[in-house]
């Protein structure tokens, strides 16, 4: 339903239309958790293209975000610039589920301890709820979101921190609810190294395949200290990064569980800092495999339509490999292609993208309408008519009612 130029054609996905003067990024909403036993705030920002009821056909994956309020708008931002902006789809569009914290010790600790990071027991009185948090995520949390949203059954947990310590704890104990994990900067000092101490056995005997973790370190040595160094340094000072460093250790030990994992070591970045560069590195690896790298050679007027088509959906058969369900080419993304062939007077390759459109989802007036927008464009009234009146059985549209009757009325 719109016509782009070749070279603005992938950037399309961006322009959804905003119905007011605000710039939203998601909103808030309370449900009453019976397992926490209090109300629990989140946050939830949702693709542009869920806004836009030409796709309403669309699902997505969904990444949770624990200490949602601190993260909120980086990650949300993130996954804009990597799956809208620009032509990009270094991952697929999602959708942010931010939990803010109302007890931020009690839910993101695994064990109860006595002693904290300081060496004294300020602050961790109600440690130890981790495990009813993470009930609360798969009974209540996750059953919500997909009751409510178009979403898709692959899910990334995202923490820091405490956050980090329950995204492994998580991983370790609980590793089917979610795909892909990152942990960043996890607390693995925690309760004596208590979740560090099981990690290496649970590695050994466990498989996790089709599991996907990256692991963010950041630099909080003290002077004259190096990676080195630091792991046979036996002080308080060093037991955080000491205890990362030993969980990468661990991953590095088993290397036949069918985990799919990579650490980073952030020398310039500190433990406040690294969150950042963690989500940018830990996004581009967990769907490394998601970007189609040949949207240039699509163009190639030596390469045919049929080519076009079958190097797409063979991408997407890799992708669906690796998420685990079939994922279709998203309808926004053949839509663009197909506009910017039709620009480009490339009619074969333009038919062909519409027309995987209309395979793929035939429950949406959108493909239908595109369709008619082609044989407008090829001079064929009849065809255009008849695609048309399909998109307005579908849905009615007052777009492609007033396109269809400006074709009856020249006819």
Known sequence: MRFITALLFLMSIQGYAQTNTD???GKSEVIYSKLLKENRTIWVHLPRSANDPLFKSQRYPVLYLLDGDAHFSSVTGMI????????????????????????????????????????????????GGGEIFTSFIEKEL??????????????????????GLTVMNTLLHHPQLFNAYLAIDPSMWWDKQRLLHQTEPILMQEK????????????TMSPGMDTA????????????????????????????????WEYKYYNEEDHGSVPLMSEYDGLKFIFNFYHFKDNNKLFDRSFSAALAVGSLSDHYKRVSLEMGYKVLPPE???????????????????????????????????????MGDFYVATNDKQKAIEYF?????????????GKLNKLIQSK
């Open 23 to 25: 710039i939203v990024i």
């Open 80 to 127: 804009q610039q990597f799956s809208e902006i620009n032509g990009n789809s270094l991952c697929p569009e999602m959708i942010v589920v931010g939990i803010p914290n109302t007890d931020r010790t009690r839910d993101l600790t695994p064990s109860h301890t006595n002693i904290n990071f300081s060496g004294d027991s300020t602050g961790v009185n109600t440690s």
């Open 142 to 163: 996750i059953p919500h979101m997909d009751s409510l949203y178009p979403t898709a059954p692959y899910r990334v947990f995202v923490g820091h921190s405490l956050g």
């Open 208 to 219: 996790f395949n089709g599991k996907t973790l990256f692991l963010g370190i950041a630099n």
């Open 229 to 260: 160094k630091v792991r046979k340094d036996t002080t308080g000072n060093s037991i955080h990064i000491r205890s990362i460093l030993l969980l990468a250790d661990a991953l590095k030990k088993e290397n036949s569980n069918g985990l799919r």
């Open 332 to 370: 926004p993304y053949i839509n663009s292609l197909g506009y910017g062939f039709l620009q480009n007077k490339m009619n074969e390759k333009a038919f062909a993208f519409f027309k995987m459109n209309i395979d793929n989802y035939p429950g949406s007036e959108n493909v239908y309408d595109s």
């Open 389 to 401: 009146t399909k998109a307005l059985t579908v849905n009615e549209n007052s777009d492609t009612r």
